[in-house]
């Protein structure tokens, strides 16, 4: 009985320090980071390929931290990719969708190492991601396109360096795995002195359109550097 009370009072008394260390941190902090996506499209459309170029954007986090270790952070941006079909025929058979605007939302859990006024981070968490197009003015072919929005999850590795108690800067890569519908829309004019692939509006009375859905992962990784501030 007296070894138990006194393995108890050990882990009282312990548990009590770890509350009492962990009370001198920041629990609230904000930051903006620049980023530059890189997109990792797979899964081939119908006849081809899609391809997304890489783009630079935005990031903003807000985090909260449960102790000095253990933190959660809801992070938006925002990046703009230039998004074309290019079909497998030849080289010269594509298509420009447009350009497509991704903002992913991301709800990540992290663990922080401390090493003085260096913070590694690592984490892992959903993710959930809006899309839209601005689409090319092209007449036959495809000629519109949309995105459905989706979810996901993300894993992310990073460092934050503490400039002072308020100010640091933070470095972060971000993976992020997301699979959508993406449905095209496809137009052929059935009158037989038209063009199917002109970019030149016609009149053409008997056109056509048909949408073909196709599912495919975009899994961009993002790699930011930014500025942050802690509320004391």
């Not at 959903?126 to 090319?136: A, G, Q």
Request: proline content about 3%; some cysteine.
């Amino acid at each position: 009985m007296k070894t138990l009370f006194t393995t108890l009072l050990f882990f009282i008394f312990t548990f009590s320090n770890l509350i009492a260390q962990n009370d001198d941190y920041s629990k609230w902090s904000v930051r903006l980071n620049a980023t530059n996506t890189f997109t990792n499209e797979s899964n081939p459309v119908e006849g081809g390929d899609l391809v997304m170029d890489n783009s630079f954007g935005f990031e903003v986090g807000i985090k909260y931290f449960f102790s000095k270790n253990l933190a959660t952070e809801l992070t938006f941006g925002g990046s703009n990719h230039d998004t074309k079909i290019q079909y497998n025929d030849f080289d010269q058979h594509r298509y420009d969708i447009g350009d497509v605007y991704m903002v992913p939302l991301n709800l990540i859990f992290q663990y922080h190492f401390i090493l003085n006024n260096f913070r590694p981070y690592l984490g892992a968490g959903v993710n959930y991601s809006f899309f839209y197009v601005n689409e090319e003015e092209i007449i036959g072919g495809v000629h519109g396109a949309e995105f459905d929005s989706a979810f996901g999850f993300a894993i992310q590795g990073g460092v934050i360096y503490d400039i002072n108690n308020r100010w640091f800067v933070d470095f972060d890569i971000k993976q992020m795995f997301i699979s959508t519908d993406m449905t095209t829309y496809h137009g052929w004019c059935d009158t037989p002195a038209k063009s199917t692939y002109t970019k030149v509006a016609v009149p053409c009375p008997d056109y056509n359109v048909e949408d073909v859905v196709n599912k495919v992962d975009i899994n961009p990784l993002t790699i930011g550097v930014g500025i942050g501030f802690k509320f004391l």
